[in-house]
């Protein structure tokens, strides 16, 4: 045992506690940085050097202290779910935000919701019916049925636009998850040439996370760690990233809501689909999907086609049945264009009183029996109306259910962050009290140190000097 | 360690819980001031449902009550003008009974009569051709402008009737025919008049034209007793009108409205919490180790 190891000793736990109270500083420095997991230095006792022969030379005590090196305090399952957690409520707050942007547009059950504007021009033939002879009343039906036309293109335009921004919104998308993808297949490559070199690349592990966490969001798909410290991301099975190399995805599709096709996602190198059910991708694909797979904002302007369309074959049936006052026969009230959505091409046909077919045919001038039928019709089932109110009411509920939806996941997301936050945040006392510790630990090694110096001191320069 | 609390997590959680406790007083501020108790049909599905539908009834309820008042206006102009013509009917009733004493009446007081009795003809006339907001109440659908013309023809649309709606489903006659009332042409009270002034003038006994008024008067009280009739049902249709438009609100109310007392306490309460939940944030939030080292 040489002279001098107690020194090399506490020069080692000098060592040690510097570098842990440079830990704790970075801990400190990085409280509030998004993403940080705490680091702890990792250290073991050095044990006493290995002797050989068979002669012993005492009992001797270890070598002082090695660092092994900074751990990073994260725990991979809590990560895990916290990007599951982030897929179904990217998934369902997309598809909340969605239908009750669409919901508000709707405007119902106020008076400027397309309900109240039939039943205003329900009522507008009713007071025809009264006076037969007004051409004010004529001209409040030409007009209500003006405005109902008018408010029926308007709604299904603002459905349109919303589809349309959605439909960007999924390129957007696209773009970013294939840029994280690259990113994280970047940082794949520097951890493992850190991993294999011995350093620490505990920051750059905390960078990959929070990428990895908005694929999770955008996207879904599962992630999990391999043992050379790369971290393989896959969607829908395949590999988004794998080890350092990354894949894009690609959209397509059409690009408004009254064309036919589904918009879906690709693989750009091998060309077939990726079934995205996951993620804000995912929501953001359910809510533009076809009326006949259940997209909310295809349904309802589906539903605007088709309130056109039977209010314009019930009142141009109802006004064919009836004559006007030069006992012509009612021809058609409303027209709607060959081609296009109904709702954008419906017209009003009559122009003057004069076109109204107000009478029963072969009845008095003034005969309003046909005005009095045509207010009738908002009535009963399969009206225009009944067709609107079911439509409202279907569209409540399923945006009820996606509201509910979104808020259950959205507090998982919570549950399942905050589990992650108890275990990688950095904690104010906590670390406080690691470098109140190190601090000590760090007095101590050098009162160790002048200590065995003193000894020394007295063992060189004092002995044998004895009566001199 | 199943949980580590540290002082971030306090913070963020601190910070979604007074984000929640300001979401439900935003929610509830919105619905003391616009005192409606949802805004979104997903809010409350059911209710809008009933919302959408009681609007509807609503509208249907006003436009009835409008239909009532203008069948009213019929109606009554009808009825006074069937009431007019039976008193002048009657009034030339006791002239052709006056007239009809040939011995006591020399030819100047039958001249007399007789020009009372065309008088009296003119003035049934005009209330034939009664109109109300230019269209004549015992023509019909007919557009004519006159029910009856100077030659005492109906120029009503046969068999026509002006009905208004009164609700769902049910629709009154308005007006009365005028040929039923007052007969056409030569069967018509004006030319029966006519005759019994030329029969007055020529010397013939006017007696034998009594039966004819007779008949005529009783032509008229029955078409005012039919009128009278579907006032008084148009009235009862009023009255029903009314009390749907006010159980219909009712209803409304009941889906749309907030109680303004409850929604008040329910504001103030709300604040309590947030209050306290800022207070005792501000409070947990602020020691750390830090403040008890030296």
Known sequence: ??????????????????RGMDVVGQNIANQTTEGYTRQRVTTHAVAAIAQAGRFSTGAVPGQGVAVDGIARLGDALRDA??????????????????????????????????????????????????????????????????????????????????????????????SQINTAADQIADLNRQIRDA?????????????????????????????????DGTLTVRIDGNALVSGVDARHLVASGPTSVDSAGRVSVAWQDAGFPVAVADGELGGTLAVLAPAADGGPLAQLAEAYNGVAATLAARVNTQHRAGATASRAPGADFFSIAATGPAALGLGVVPTSAADLALAAPGAGAFDATNADALSQLGIGPGSPDAVWADQVLRFGVSTGADVQRARLSESAAVAAASAQQSVAAVDGDEETVSLVTYQAAYQASARVLSAIDEALDVLINKTGIVGR | MISRVTASAMTQSAMRHLQANLTQLSRLQEQATSQRAFTNPSDDPAAAATALQVHAQQQRNDQYARNIDDGMAWVTTVDSAISSSTSLLRRARDLTVQGANDGALDSTAKESIAVELEGIRDELLAQANTSLLGRSVFAGTSDAGVAFDAAFGYTGAPGSQVVRRVSDGVTVRVDADGSAVFGTGAGSVFALLDSVVADLRSGTNVGSHLTAIDQRMTAMLGAQGAVGARQSQIERAKEAAVDNSVSLEARRAAVEDVDSVEVLVRLQAQELVYRSALAVTGRVLQPSLMDFLR
């Open chain 1, 1 to 18: 045992m040489s002279t001098f190891s107690g020194l090399t000793a506490a020069a080692s736990g000098l060592a040690a506690a510097r």
């Open chain 1, 81 to 174: 779910r916290v990007r599951d957690t982030l897929a179904a409520s990217g998934f369902w707050s997309t598809r909340a935000v969605a239908t009750t942007t669409a919901e508000t547009a709707l405007a119902e059950p106020t008076s400027d919701g397309l309900a109240a504007r039939l039943s205003a021009f329900w009522a507008g033939w009713q007071d025809l019916a009264n006076t037969p002879d007004s051409g004010a009343a004529a001209a409040v039906v030409l007009d209500s049925a003006q405005e109902l036309t008018v408010r029926l293109a308007d709604g299904y335009r603002k459905v349109a636009a919303q589809w349309s921004q959605a439909r960007a919104t999924v390129d957007r998308t696209v």
């Open chain 1, 195 to 227: 991993v294999a070199s011995g350093r620490t690349a505990n920051e750059l592990v905390d960078q990959r996370g929070l990428l990895a966490q908005s694929v999770a969001r955008m996207a879904g798909g599962r992630a999990t760690v391999e043992a």
